[in-house]
């Protein structure tokens, strides 16, 4: 029976776990037990609801709207919504009903509810719903292990205090590829293409060999290099210096990674891309304009492989493991820069998940991946080792490229604003 999982690992501080496989940023999680000795760490439930853990804590997690917590101490905010989480306690079932609220379990199984804001109702295990009493924001309770509740003053931090606390920062040392096409304006070789982080080698066209549908090619043999074509919005430093201008036509170009994506073990891998579209076509029109990030595999260039983009329509787009197509129903922005982030979660047994958002200039990215993206795949199952990145461009149209970044967690690849300290 496959696994289902149920939430993902939003952030981690100096966390020390009692596993030996260790949960770790972005890492997708199932019904499982989750012993933390040490640190904080923020977990989102597919529900909604966000979860922090502090300190010694026991958790169990049930399903995409439920937790056990067996001891230690939790922090739950479930917004508009992700209303009616449930969490079991050794003496309790509290619920929330569009809140936020602390959660203490003591060693002898005493509980502690703290409402933080909205309201929650609680009642000791097994008993009857219409027992259930109603907690609201500034009360607090205690229930011992003997079903006797007393009134405490409530006394938690908030969740965003935690996240305060952490000041979660860009992890761009995180890197494993790189490309800022930071060269000076104008026309550049493509042999002499070799700055970045991460590459076994220049950027080239497509050789013969790699020419499937489309098989035009009207790469030219060198890159042209712009100046200052982007609005930025997001903390880059791309989209001021270099970046790379795409002319119109069927737009080539390969560059082999030092790691690859290997989708036959457990990981996962994020990427994101500055994009512009120089010109658009009238509504109305069925243009044929694609842009394509693609991952391939040098040793089977047309086997499974993971592309990124947009088709007709300027709609988000995946393609996984060969012909299978996953499209968004929404248009991203016209006449502004936009930003792709794509995640992929790699598994030796199970199904893969890859994701795919796209952000307008208006937008602003937090310290976690986001709730929703544009694009979620289903039954993708691959153990292909990616080790090419393909950029196509094809159409009546141009486009300007920066910032590719390839990591291993949400943080060290999207530009996101931090905190001053």
């Known amino acids: 029976m496959p696994i289902r ?24 999680l199932a019904a499982e037990a989750l012993e933390l000795q040490s640190g904080v760490a923020v977990i989102r439930f597919d529900g909604g609801a966000e979860l922090v853990m502090t300190g010694e804590t026991s958790l169990v997690l049930r399903s995409a709207g439920s937790a056990e917590l067996l001891q230690g101490d939790v922090v739950i905010r479930a917004e508009s919504g992700a209303e ?19 959660v203490k379990v ?56 935690f996240v305060t606390r952490i000041n979660p920062k860009s992890r ?58 982007m609005n930025v919005t997001w903390p880059v430093p791309g989209g001021r210096l270099g970046m790379l201008k795409l002319p119109p036509g069927d737009v ?3 560059r082999p990674l030092q790691q690859a994506i290997d989708l036959s073990r457990d990981g996962m891998t994020y990427f994101s891309l500055m994009v512009r579209e120089i010109e658009r076509r009238p509504k109305g029109e069925r243009p044929f ?5 693609t991952f391939r595999s040098s040793v089977d260039y047309f086997g499974d492989a993971l592309s990124f983009g ?28 936009t930003l792709w982030i794509g995640k992929v979660v790699s598994r030796v047994k199970g199904e893969d998940e890859v994701y795919f958002r796209i952000y307008g200039e208006d937008e602003t990215l937090d310290y976690a991946e986001p709730a929703t993206w544009h694009v979620v795949t289903r039954n993708v199952d691959s153990d292909a080792r990616l080790d090419r990145v393909l950029l196509s461009s094809t159409g009546q149209f141009g486009r300007i490229v920066d910032e590719l970044r390839i990591g291993p967690t949400w943080r060290s690849v999207a530009p996101m604003r931090e905190e001053q300290e």
């Open 84 to 102: 009616g989480f449930v969490l079991m306690t050794p003496t309790s079932e509290v619920v929330d009903l569009g809140t936020e609220f602390a």
């Open 310 to 337: 947009h088709g007709p329509g300027y709609r988000p787009r995946i393609q996984a493991s060969g012909s299978n197509l996953f499209n968004s129903p929404l248009e991203f922005p016209a006449e502004q820069t």
């Open 289 to 293: 304009e694609h842009l394509r990030l």
């Open 172 to 229: 761009a040392d995180l890197l494993t590829g790189y490309e800022g096409f930071n060269y000076s304006p104008g026309v550049l070789p493509l042999k002499q293409s070799t700055v970045g982080i991460g590459w076994n080698g220049p950027w080239r066209r497509r050789l013969p060999e790699e020419r499937r549908a489309p098989d035009r090619d009207t790469s030219p043999a060198e890159l042209e290099i712009v100046h200052g074509q």
């Open 252 to 254: 080539f170009y390969v």
């Open 106 to 161: 003591g060693r002898g199984g005493e509980t502690q509810v703290h409402v933080l804001e909205g309201e929650v109702s609680y009642r000791r295990i097994n008993a009857e719903e219409e027992l259930a009493k109603i907690l609201r924001a500034g009360e607090g309770i205690a229930i011992d292990r003997h079903d006797r509740p007393r009134a405490i003053p409530m006394n938690s931090p908030r969740f965003k205090d």
């Open 5 to 28: 999982y149920i939430a993902t690992v939003l952030l981690e501080d100096n966390c020390d776990w009692k596993a030996e496989n260790s949960p770790v940023e972005g890492q997708r």
